[in-house]
């Protein structure tokens, strides 16, 4: 961990469901730091691919994609996510997106300009980051380092409640199925797989109560800290 960071740098990782963006948010605020969903921008990348009908295996029309689209992430309360001007908030949360993603996230030239632009973000002030790569690649410097995990069933257990609140009709098989095949992606990949940090703090998060995490992860910056 490293003490000359000019500005607090917290990276959380971890599988899908995992509860990683609502401790993310929580833990921003509690420090006052920007919250960056780097998850959000690998899924408006997948977004813009199949708006354009562009064929999700066709690496090299990602890829360009990827470099030619505007993605912006909103920080305040909405936490609105922009894709070339088109809020897609709500639309990239589906499961067609959510089936896109792993395959848009295991290109090289799709993770080297979202990488380029979270480093920016970071260098806008201190931030919680969460994603798969961001404590060991994309701030490997960060001051403290998470990687949070629960069960598949308790995981796909959290994303189903989400998805039925959504009014989205999915059975709880379909989203086990689907987390599942997406753990063995992001896990699997060649580029930047999911992965703890060596100097990773590893939390399970079955069974804790979010203001539980919410408080270790803090704690354990102040500590940090001093
Ligand atoms: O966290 P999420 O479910 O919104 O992530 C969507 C996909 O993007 C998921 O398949 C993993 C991938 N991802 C990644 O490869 N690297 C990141 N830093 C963030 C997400």
Known sequence: MNQQ??????????????????????????????????GAMYRAIA???????????????????A???????????????????????QAIRSPEISRAVPIVASYTGVRERLVELQREAAKRGGVVMDGRDIGTHVLPDADVKIYLTATLEERARRRWGELL??????SFEEVTHDMQKRDCQDIGRKVSPLQPAQDAVILDTTGLSVEGIVAKIVALTREDER
């Not at 000019?6 to 963006?21: F, R």
């Not at 977004?47 to 994609?65: F, G, M, T």
Request: one cysteine or more.
């Open 5 to 38: 960071q000019p500005t607090l740098q917290i990276a959380i990782d971890g599988p899908a469901g995992a509860g990683k963006s609502t401790v993310a948010k929580l833990v921003a605020k509690k420090l006052n730091l920007f919250y960056v969903d780097t």
């Open 165 to 170: 609140n959504a009014g989205k009709n999915v």
């Open 47 to 65: 977004y813009k691919a199949l708006k354009n009908e562009i064929q999700i295996e066709d690496e090299p029309r990602v890829s360009k994609i």
């Open 67 to 89: 470099r030619t689209t505007e993605v912006v992430l909103d920080h305040s309360e909405e936490r609105t996510v922009w894709c070339d001007g088109e809020n897609v908030t």
